[in-house]
């Protein structure tokens, strides 16, 4: 009788590769196991973190406050950082979008108010021959 050795899961291929399954029409055999030729209509609807709403108006709040109590030209750029996150939460269509346009507005009035004020500055020192 004969001994017999267990043979392996190799394909008598001359390259030592393992042969391929073979793909079906439903897409068996793909990575994942599902067909994804219409992956984009029959995946649900991604939702957006409110973060970018939350953070535009926090920002907008912090330029007015700084504006009255730190500095001016920290107050302009943290109005311009409040105004660039309520423009991205409003194109990503973020949730709460009155926070994101709360944002806009006080990063508008921290920007414009802060500039007026300093170029008004600006004129008084040059008026009395400071400049």
């Not at 590769?17 to 992956?39: A, C, V």
Request: glycine share 10%.
């Amino acid at each position: 009788m004969p001994h017999s050795t267990p043979t392996s899961n190799r394909s008598a291929d001359t390259n030592g590769t393992k042969p391929q399954r073979p793909m079906s029409s439903t897409g068996e055999g793909s990575l994942m196991g599902g067909d994804f030729s219409d992956n984009a209509a029959n995946a649900p609807a991604t939702t957006t973190s409110p973060a970018l709403s939350i953070a535009s108006a926090a920002a907008g709040v912090i330029g007015v406050v700084s504006a009255l109590f730190v500095s001016w030209l920290l107050s302009v750029i943290v109005g311009v950082v409040a105004i660039l996150l309520g423009r991205a939460a409003t194109r990503r269509e973020a949730p709460y979008p009155k926070l994101a346009l709360v944002g806009k507005i006080l990063g508008f009035i921290c920007v414009v108010a802060n500039t007026a004020l300093m170029v008004l500055y600006i004129y008084q020192l040059m008026s009395l021959g400071l400049l």
